[in-house]
């Protein structure tokens, strides 16, 4: 008997709001309290001072939260953590558990009417469980039974193409090399991940326009930066270590420009926990110059600052670096005479920021050579969103900005080793130098055709062309866009699998059969034949290095994740495969080596992270070095504005992080820089809008989308007054991910638009 279909969103109920108006400054004392309650509530007192003490320290492990880089050199004693990190910490280190009774206890369709937060404040999975077909509640299953299970289904498919691998980015360099490694050998590059949704094009554009998909600035760029653009980017939530880096900016005389359609609390004042005097005083002012900028209308703002500049270079010509221009790059007159076919009134008017507030930005481009520019998913996520970071990349390279200390490009990411995950080959698109390598390593005849990512993997599954989905970590149903279809899509399959740590709702949208395979956090002991094992990160910043778990696994019938990974491929490849798999997952040594001997960068790889050091992977863009791209120059790009086609009634919604939260993973209810508590449902509207529509505060709407004649609805939502631009709203992200239609995504990099989904409000009656 077919199960029914269950809802997949969040539970509707309103959990007793409470505003306070937004706060002036970010961290402080009260970031502190909120931290240790937090750690404390979670894990006592004495578990939680103990394994806070290890967090970003060289012998600990590193931060479950964002991708944020530590200091190279010293550490603070106080502590090398933030808020938000204790949160992540805190969330992991949990004492509560998911046990095999708790499952007896609920159904999965009683768990899918909780809301996120409920789900995931239940615990740390404890066993393998499995949900057999037809039935309602997950079982106890052993792991050799679930691996055989796994195998049977991977063997029986037609097609190694019918099975889909995704990653979220927690898993480590090991894991993830080894993940990659099983799909390619057994057949498949569907290999999407989180980044998909994420940094995508962040790594499209910066191919394309300086030959590498990363960033090229390192932490000590920032005290060394005369001016540090943070642009579609919420640091003092999101990466709160990154005020430090502002703030040493601004010690050594930087400036600070940031570009946001709100002015986020991180991004006035920051007052740093670890330092006494901050804490005293007011802290540091972070923004000098704030230019509100209208959703999705970056391109506009950017294109009358660099027309400005021109203006001012042809008088005075010291404005632009002409000799990088001439050495380095390319198009250059393409990207000046197409600026010139703009009106810079129509860009003023466009980006909503008035001319006096453009002018103070110029003037700081215009005075200053050394230029950082930060950005994350206020860029990426629109139809547009390759574009937008190659109109960045423009500026950088009009001022001569990259490859020179203190300046460069710096796409912040998200989970602490999305970036690592794709260096060691989770990546859907393979190129001929790594499948030459996998052959010469490992004999094996690894698929040449690209795979799917993640939009077209839920369109593969949604069309019964993928029947088997396995994922490394994340909560793909909750992450995904179009929460309905998507969830149909899951729904479809023969077999779901998760290797998860937490419970989260894509446990519930389950395929016919589906198992959680439950595995070690970042934060516990990995041991083998006696002796604790580490793992390895990659930065934000391109820098490798070890992470060593601490405490006691939640469970001891927790597996590491390569330990899981190598026996689902020993089982699903059996005897023939030359790959030894269980040989690496007993010894990450191993693991490191292979990597070291397939990918370039990694060369004495135990040897450089094993002294807790670590190394920084080689980066052509910090060396200003090109020859890879077309004539061996940087380019200069041609981006054209966006085109919502808005009617009157209409708005563009950007789904956006609350401060207590990690993605799908619902910290708490309290967003306490945006002064709204104890609420998620909540959307953000200019007040002149509410004038318009007569909503009154608080009042309960739908929110629509209208997408190729097909209408979507994310019910009840309460309207709160907010300074926000006229025609613009948020909300958070993942209620609301229900009106993101899955077929439009980002030019080349198929992100989906999850900031800037056209949408009209509704009273709900
Ligand atoms: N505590 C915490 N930390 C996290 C995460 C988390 O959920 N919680 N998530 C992690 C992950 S995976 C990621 S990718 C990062 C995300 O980090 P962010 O990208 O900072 O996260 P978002 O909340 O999506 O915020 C986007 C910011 O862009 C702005 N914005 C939206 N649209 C536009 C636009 O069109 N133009 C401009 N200029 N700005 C715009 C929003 O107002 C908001 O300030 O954070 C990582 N760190
Ligand atoms: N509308 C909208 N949608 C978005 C976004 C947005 O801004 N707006 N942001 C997008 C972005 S940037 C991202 S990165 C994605 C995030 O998408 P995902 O990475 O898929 O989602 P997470 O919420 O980070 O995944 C949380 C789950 O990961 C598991 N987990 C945690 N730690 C570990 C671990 O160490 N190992 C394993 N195996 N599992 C672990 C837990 O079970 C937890 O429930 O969402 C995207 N979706
Ligand atoms: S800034 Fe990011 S990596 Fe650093 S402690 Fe905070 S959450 Fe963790
Ligand atoms: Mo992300």
């Given at each position: 008997m077919a199960r029914p279909k269950l809802n997949a969103n969040t539970s509707e109920e309103f959990t007793g709001i409470k505003l306070t108006g937004p706060a002036d400054f970010a961290a402080g004392a009260k970031g502190v309290q909120v931290a240790l309650e937090h750690a404390i509530s979670e894990m006592g007192a004495i578990r939680a001072f103990k394994t806070l003490a290890k967090l970003n320290q060289k012998d600990g492990f590193d931060c479950p939260g964002c991708a944020w880089p530590d200091p190279d050199d010293k550490r603070s004693v106080l502590g090398e953590y933030c808020e938000n990190g204790a949160k992540a910490l805190a969330e992991e280190a949990t004492l509560k558990r998911v046990e095999p009774s708790f499952f007896q206890k609920y159904t999965i369709q009683e768990l899918s009417t909780w809301s996120d937060f409920q789900l995931g404040k239940s615990g740390r999975l404890t066993h393998p469980m499995v949900l057999r077909e037809g039935s309602q509640h997950y079982e106890k299953i052993e792991w050799d039974d679930a691996f055989d299970l796994m195998a049977n289904q991977l063997q029986a498919l037609e097609n190694p193409n019918e099975a889909v691998f995704y990653t979220s980015g927690r898993s480590s360099n090991e894991a993830a090399f080894l993940y990659g490694l099983f799909c390619r050998a057994y057949g498949t590059n569907n290999m999407p991940d989180c980044s998909n949704m994420c940094h995508e094009s962040s790594g499209v554009g910066l191919s394309q326009t300086l030959g590498i998909g990363k960033g090229s600035v390192v932490l000590n760029d920032f005290p060394q930066a005369e001016l540090v653009v943070v642009i579609g980017q919420n640091p003092g939530t999101n990466h709160p270590r990154m005020l430090s880096a502002l703030k040493d900016c601004k010690k050594n005389g930087g400036k600070i420009i940031a570009i946001n359609p709100l002015e986020e609390a991180g991004l006035k004042r920051f007052k740093n926990p670890q330092s006494p005097k901050d804490m005293l005083s007011r802290g540091t002012e972070i923004t000098d110059v704030f230019l509100q900028v209208k959703i999705n209308e970056d391109i506009a703002l950017l294109?009358?600052?660099?027309?400005?500049?021109?203006?001012?270079?042809?008088?005075?010509?010291?404005?632009?670096?002409?000799?990088?221009?001439?050495?380095?790059?390319?198009?250059?007159?393409?990207?000046?005479?197409?600026?010139?076919?703009?009106?810079?009134t129509e860009l003023i008017e466009r980006s909503g920021v008035d001319e006096k507030t453009i002018d103070q930005a110029v003037q700081l481009f215009a005075e200053r050579q050394k230029i950082i520019i930060c950005w994350a998913m206020g860029l990426t996520q629109h139809k547009n969103g390759v574009d937008n970071i190659k109109e960045c990349v423009n500026l950088l390279l009009l001022k001569?900005?990259?490859?020179?200390?203190?300046?460069?490009?710096?796409?912040?990411?998200?989970?602490?080793?999305?970036?690592?995950?794709?260096?060691?080959?989770?990546?859907?698109?393979?190129?001929?130098?790594?499948?030459?390598?996998?052959?010469?390593?490992?004999?094996?005849?690894?698929?040449?055709?690209?795979?799917?990512?993640?939009?077209?993997?839920?369109?593969?599954?949604?069309?019964?062309?993928?029947?088997?989905?396995?994922?490394?970590?994340?909560?793909?149903?909750?992450?995904?866009?179009d929460t309905n279809y998507t969830a149909e899509a899951l729904q479809k399959c023969d077999l779901t699998v998760s290797i998860s740590t937490k419970l989260n709702r894509s446990h519930l949208i389950a395929g016919?059969?589906?198992?959680?395979?439950?595995?070690?956090?970042?934060?516990?002991?990995?041991?083998?034949?006696?002796?604790?094992?580490?793992?390895?990160?990659?930065?934000?910043?391109?820098?490798?290095?070890?992470?060593?778990?601490?405490?006691?696994?939640?469970?001891?019938?927790?597996?590491?994740?390569?330990?899981?990974?190598?026996?689902?491929?020993?089982?699903?490849?059996?005897?023939?495969?030359?790959?030894?798999?269980?040989?690496?997952?007993?010894?990450?040594?191993?693991?490191?080596?292979?990597?070291?001997?397939?990918?370039?960068?990694?060369?004495?790889?135990?040897?450089?992270?094993?002294?807790?050091?670590?190394?920084?992977?080689?980066?052509?863009?910090r060396q200003a070095d090109f020859s890879k791209l077309p004539n061996g120059k940087a380019q200069f790009s041609i981006c054209s504005l966006p085109d919502h086609q808005l009617s009157e009634d209409d708005f563009l919604l950007m789904t956006i992080r609350s401060h207590d939260q990690f993605n799908t993973t619902i910290y708490g209810l309290d967003d306490r820089y945006r002064g709204v508590y104890q609420e998620r449902r909540v959307l953000f509207m200019n007040p002149e809008d509410m004038l318009k529509y007569s909503f009154e505060k608080l009042q309960v709407v739908d929110i629509v989308s209208e997408y190729d004649g097909i209408i979507r609805v994310a019910p009840k939502f309460l309207v709160i007054p907010y300074a926000i631009p006229i025609q613009n709203l948020a909300c958070y992200f993942p209620e609301a991910n229900v009106l993101v239609p899955i077929n439009h995504f980002a030019t080349q990099s198929n992100t989906p638009i999850s900031k800037s989904i056209k949408v009209k409000v509704r009273a709900n009656k």
């Open positions: 294109k009358v600052i660099m027309k400005k500049l021109y203006e001012i270079q042809k008088i005075d010509g010291d404005v632009f670096d002409v000799d990088f221009i001439q050495n380095k790059t390319e198009h250059y007159e393409a990207l000046i005479s197409d600026l010139d076919k703009y009106s810079t001569g900005s990259i490859g020179k200390d203190g300046a460069g490009t710096c796409p912040v990411r998200g989970h602490s080793n999305v970036q690592g995950d794709r260096s060691v080959g989770i990546v859907h698109k393979s190129s001929p130098a790594l499948t030459a390598s996998l052959k010469e390593s490992f004999d094996i005849d690894a698929p040449q055709a690209p795979g799917l990512d993640t939009v077209h993997s839920i369109m593969a599954m949604y069309e019964g062309k993928a029947k088997v989905f396995i994922a490394l970590g994340g909560n793909f149903v909750s992450a995904a866009s016919k059969v589906s198992l959680i395979l439950p595995t070690l956090g970042r934060s516990e002991m990995d041991r083998s034949k006696g002796k604790n094992r580490f793992v390895t990160v990659e930065n934000s910043m391109g820098k490798v290095h070890k992470s060593e778990g601490k405490l006691k696994p939640a469970s001891g019938h927790l597996m590491s994740e390569p330990e899981i990974i190598a026996k689902i491929a020993s089982r699903t490849l059996g005897p023939e495969s030359k790959v030894p798999w269980i040989e690496m997952s007993n010894n990450y040594d191993l693991i490191r080596d292979k990597i070291a001997e397939v990918l370039i960068g990694f060369d004495s790889y135990n040897k450089r992270v094993k002294n807790g050091e670590g190394f920084y992977l080689p980066n052509n863009a």
